[in-house]
């Protein structure tokens, strides 16, 4: 067995056994919701959506004991932290049985990323992510102590909650509406966690290397900025511009929070069941995207979109090859981006379809809710709440493979790369 299929197979039972723990963890009597047990179906889905860091839930999380709560909170940092480390940590699984090949086709997994510096980059993680976490609690802290009937304590532990939560891109929230009636401090902050969540391991490295050596960015890491920044704002601009030419009112700073939470975090400051058909159509955009690679996050990634709109405009442009910075993207780079980005949208069409079996959805809903399990962002517009066991069943299905789909698919794609030096002719196709 090669090294990538070992690294594939530890990958997803890594996710699966955690998973499986949680369930188990919140079936058992200790947990309760509301004072009762939760039947083992429900148990299955929490730990699924928070091992996956999704935020769909068929029972209220408010009505955990706190216990329950602590699991749920431990299955997410879990969740996050194996799918920045795993991303980076995979080239050490069976490190002795490495071939030169093998490592090859690990730097060319992490975009040329230097194989000797892939342990400075676990040890990044891990204090980037303390740091941001314990920051975003002791600023959450002063703002939940600011809210009605929250003493110190509570605040406190509303803080650690939503911190993580938010970091991780999680979308939990001890609260029945979200962040619906929280002050601009919390929200703010929380969707501040959440940019800093989705950015990517890489991202944070090249900071780091920056602000330690003044190395400049790569060009990866310009593309994700850029992207990101592009996609917070454009996103923002454009649900407040829909919500008005629907006459209808959002604020900017709810715009820009949904923008933001819409791309894999699920929570939400206004009620989206409210959203017009235009704005429902920019939130599945922004969801389907995501954020980057070897973040918190899920979706197809701002890489992939990235490539395949450039790709697209240096068409519409006479070119035939994509650069960007001044540097020409290598083919096999464009063909993947493009793989990724249409079998995200077939996964849509296919849940869509299986979900619409489920219950008496509308187009709208069961597309809206599987785009929210696959790209583990965990907004819903009520399906999820009303499905049977079979539309939990599907759910659990899309947000596991949302989770460890993209990565684990882009070794495979990695996998079947062959070079060779057999050339046979072009000929070209009729395609209008």
Not at 87 to 103: A, L, N, Y
Not at 274 to 285: D, E, G, K, Q, R
């Amino acid at each position: 067995m090669s090294f990538l299929r070992k690294s594939q197979l530890y990958f997803i039972f890594s996710f699966f056994a955690l998973i499986i723990i949680g369930a188990l963890l919140l079936w058992s009597p200790l947990v309760t919701n509301n004072g009762q047990s939760i039947n083992f179906v429900d148990a299955v889905f929490t730990a699924t959506s928070a091992v996956c860091v999704t935020g769909l839930t068929t029972v209220n999380t408010s009505g955990f004991n706190h216990f329950g709560q602590i699991i749920i909170l431990m299955l997410i940092q879990l969740g996050a932290i194996g799918i920045m480390s795993l991303t980076s940590t995979i080239i050490f699984f069976v490190r002795q049985e490495m071939s030169i090949s093998d490592k090859a086709l690990m730097a060319s997994a992490s975009g040329g990323f230097p194989v000797k510096e892939l342990k400075k980059l676990m040890i990044i993680v891990f204090l980037y992510t303390a740091a941001i976490e314990i920051a975003g609690i002791f600023i959450l802290t002063i703002g939940f102590w600011g809210m009605t009937d929250n003493n110190i304590f509570q605040a406190l532990y509303l803080a650690t909650f939503h911190s993580i939560s938010a970091f991780c891109n999680a979308g939990f929230s001890t609260f029945d509406d979200s962040l619906m009636r929280v002050n601009p401090l919390v929200k703010h902050t929380i969707g501040l966690l959440i940019i800093l969540g989705g950015l990517g391991i890489y991202v944070i490295y090249d900071i780091w290397q920056f602000l330690r050596h003044r190395v400049r960015f790569r060009i990866y890491s310009r593309i994700v900025i850029g992207t990101t920044l592009f996609l917070i704002f454009g996103g923002a601009i454009a649900i407040k511009f829909m919500e008005w030419a629907s006459e209808k009112y959002i604020s900017f700073g709810d715009a820009l929070f949904q923008s933001v939470t819409a791309r894999t975090a699920g929570f939400n400051s206004v009620d989206i069941t409210a959203f017009s058909a235009p704005t429902t159509i920019i939130m599945v955009i922004l969801m389907i995207i995501g954020a980057s690679p070897g973040s918190t996050g899920g979706g197809m990634k701002t890489t992939t979109a990235a490539l395949v709109f450039l790709s697209i405009y240096n068409i519409f442009k006479g070119k035939t090859n994509v650069v960007v910075f001044k540097r020409t993207i290598p083919m096999p780079n464009i063909l993947k981006a493009f793989t990724i980005c249409f079998t995200f949208i077939g996964l849509t069409v296919i849940g869509a379809t299986l979900l619409s079996f489920g219950g008496d959805f509308t187009l709208k809903d069961v597309v809206f809710e599987v785009v929210s399990a696959l790209g583990t962002v965990g907004l819903s517009e009520g399906v999820t709440s009303r499905c049977s066991i079979y539309g939990k069943m599907i759910l659990i299905i899309f947000m596991f493979l949302g989770r460890i789909g993209p990565f684990t698919f882009f070794l495979f794609l990695l996998s079947k790369e062959k070079d060779s030096n057999l050339r046979y002719p072009e000929e070209k196709i009729i395609l209008g």
